[in-house]
């Protein structure tokens, strides 16, 4: 499975909403801000692009504290229709400062010095300490997990109904037609997460882990079908 580390580490580069909490910055009219994008620094520092000109650069850059504590906040929501949408969420926490001359025109870029990180997914919950988050890496799919489950979702449906033959006990055997509602629910190099929804309302996940790791799209579709086949037989 992958690691805590690595986990927050994905959050953290993915496109999932995220805000950045700064509460001693009392000057500030809203101490909430949503960054315009975000980056992780060689050392695991975050580095957060805002408008120059929005309340908290100001707020920053006019306060007392040069570098007040501030937490980043991540959300991750699944990319597909599913019950209980929400899959984790993740927090990082450090100094903020300001990084003169690297936005760009009208942005200014801030650094988050990590200092903890934490994550709540459908793994569990773990903290994360600033050496592991700095040295993991992101799931090689991060940027392009959203649009695998929703193609498996809408071009595949039946066949990820299949995977319900794989449970043993867990469902009624039957067609998939008569099953439960199978949907991809999060994937990484080791394997597809299904929720299976029964009713429309109860449900229950199924990990199905890929014979070896994957870390490219041609070894990603190969590892897919055999799960496909192993269903079918």
Do not use: K
Not at 98 to 124: H, I, K, N, S, Y
Not at 132 to 144: G, I, L, Q, Y
């Amino acid at each position: 499975m992958p690691s805590a580390a690595e986990r927050t580490r994905t959050l953290v580069q993915s496109t999932c909403s995220a805000v950045l909490l700064v509460p001693g910055l009392v000057a500030a009219p809203d101490h909430r801000s949503v960054p315009d994008d975000r980056s992780v620094g060689p050392r695991g520092d975050l580095f957060l692009r805002f408008p120059a000109d929005s309340p908290l650069v100001r707020a920053l850059t006019q306060g007392r504290d040069d570098e007040p504590a501030a937490v980043l906040e991540i959300t991750d929501v699944a990319p597909v229709s599913v019950p209980h949408r929400i899959r984790g969420r993740a927090r990082v926490g450090g100094r903020l400062s300001c990084v003169p001359g690297q936005a760009g025109p009208g942005r200014t870029m801030l650094r988050l010095e990590t200092a903890e990180a934490f994550v709540d997914d459908l793994w569990g919950a773990e903290e994360v300490t600033a050496d592991a988050f700095r040295d993991a890496e992101p799931d090689p799919f991060v940027a392009h997990e959203a649009e695998l489950l929703q193609h498996l979702h809408a071009a595949h449906a039946e066949r990820m109904g299949s995977l319900s033959a794989l449970l043993g006990e867990r469902t009624t055997p039957g067609c998939a037609a008569h099953g439960p509602d199978a949907v991809p629910l999060a994937l990484d190099r080791f394997g597809l997460r299904v929720r299976f929804v029964e009713g429309g309302r109860a449900c229950f996940d199924a990990r199905f882990e890929f014979p070896e790791p994957v870390r490219e799209i041609g070894q990603l579709r190969r590892a897919v079908r055999t799960l496909f086949e192993a269903a079918s037989c």
